[in-house]
């Protein structure tokens, strides 16, 4: 269920500037565009935005999670209203494919019967959340299917480390870009501190074998960690973390 909420967002100066953008590169003739948005900046109000404007008939969302995709949708019904709008999920479980705005996830879109079970034109604009995805041949299969008159590809990371080219994907229409630097500078990030610190090295060996798991519950490693959060101190009543493991 949809929030109540007696207002109804208005776009932040990321944003206005993008769908003008935007606006500008449709209206040229153009059918691709990418937003290149540092995370936390708003994005998806962004295409909420861009999509009030454009108003196309059928419109489609695609993201990579089905909670990603339920957050979109209330996203979209905020700035776009319900009355004559209608708005579906496709994926977990939920099969909403005649919507007039349909948010998607990539895993049940990209499966051979649900593809082709749409026509090609079906959809006027296509949005596609963490584009730097886009690479991957699930998403090649969708794209290949679809003839929107726009495709319209977000990202926080378009720069890809194994040579796939996402501004070609799109022919280098950048509707607007805003990096994280910026996005501080203009206020929309609250601004924050950060702190690299080095591994600690035992015997005069450093801890860095990643083959080993064992190695980072070693005791001189979890002693530098607490010996550091103390030193450059932290926010709220207790230290919180978040661990990124290279494979999984």
Same mark, same amino acid.
């Given at each position: 269920?949809?929030?109540?909420?007696?207002?109804?967002?208005?776009?932040?100066?990321?944003?206005? @500037?993008?769908?003008?953008?935007?606006?500008?590169?449709?209206?040229?003739?153009?059918?691709?565009?990418?937003?290149?948005?540092?995370?936390?900046?708003?994005?998806?109000?962004?295409?909420?935005?861009? +999509?009030? %404007?454009?108003?196309?008939?059928?419109?489609?969302?695609?993201?990579?999670? %089905?909670?990603?995709?339920?957050?979109?949708?209330?996203?979209?019904?905020?700035?776009?209203?319900?009355?004559?709008?209608?708005?579906?999920?496709?994926?977990?479980?939920?099969?909403?494919?005649?919507?007039? $705005?349909?948010?998607?996830?990539?895993?049940?879109?990209?499966?051979?019967?649900?593809?082709?079970?749409?026509?090609?034109? @079906?959809?006027?604009?296509?949005?596609?959340?963490?584009?730097?995805?886009?690479?991957? =041949?699930?998403? $090649?299969?969708?794209?290949?299917?679809?003839?929107?008159?726009?495709?319209?590809?977000?990202?926080?990371?378009?720069?890809? @480390?194994?040579?796939?080219?996402?501004?070609?994907?799109?022919?280098?229409?950048?509707?607007?870009?805003?990096?994280?630097?910026?996005?501080?500078?203009?206020?929309?990030? $609250?601004?924050?501190?950060?702190?690299?610190?080095?591994?600690?090295?035992?015997?005069?060996?450093?801890?860095?074998? +990643?083959?080993?798991?064992?190695?980072?519950?070693?005791?001189?490693?979890?002693?530098?960690?607490?010996?550091?959060? =103390?030193?450059?101190?932290?926010?709220?009543?207790?230290?919180?973390?978040?661990?990124? $493991?290279?494979?999984?």
């Amino acid at each position: 269920p949809l929030p109540a909420s007696s207002l109804r967002p208005e776009p932040n100066s990321m944003q206005r @500037t993008f769908v003008e953008n935007l606006l500008k590169i449709v209206n040229s003739g153009e059918r691709r565009a990418l937003l290149i948005s540092a995370t936390g900046t708003g994005k998806t109000y962004a295409a909420a935005f861009a +999509v009030r %404007e454009l108003k196309p008939g059928r419109m489609l969302f695609v993201v990579h999670r %089905e909670q990603i995709a339920r957050q979109a949708m209330e996203s979209f019904m905020r700035v776009l209203g319900t009355a004559d709008r209608s708005y579906g999920l496709l994926g977990g479980g939920s099969n909403e494919r005649n919507a007039d $705005c349909v948010f998607a996830t990539m895993q049940t879109l990209s499966r051979e019967h649900v593809l082709k079970s749409f026509d090609p034109s @079906t959809f006027d604009v296509i949005i596609i959340d963490e584009v730097h995805r886009a690479a991957a =041949q699930s998403y $090649c299969k969708i794209m290949a299917h679809f003839m929107p008159k726009l495709w319209f590809g977000m990202t926080a990371s378009p720069d890809r @480390t194994d040579g796939a080219d996402i501004y070609a994907l799109f022919d280098h229409n950048i509707a607007y870009e805003i990096r994280l630097k910026t996005a501080l500078e203009e206020d929309l990030l $609250c601004p924050f501190h950060y702190f690299g610190v080095r591994d600690v090295t035992v015997g005069g060996v450093l801890l860095d074998d +990643v083959s080993d798991f064992r190695l980072l519950m070693a005791s001189e490693r979890v002693d530098n960690i607490i010996d550091r959060a =103390q030193y450059f101190g932290w926010s709220g009543p207790r230290v919180k973390g978040l661990v990124f $493991c290279s494979r999984n």
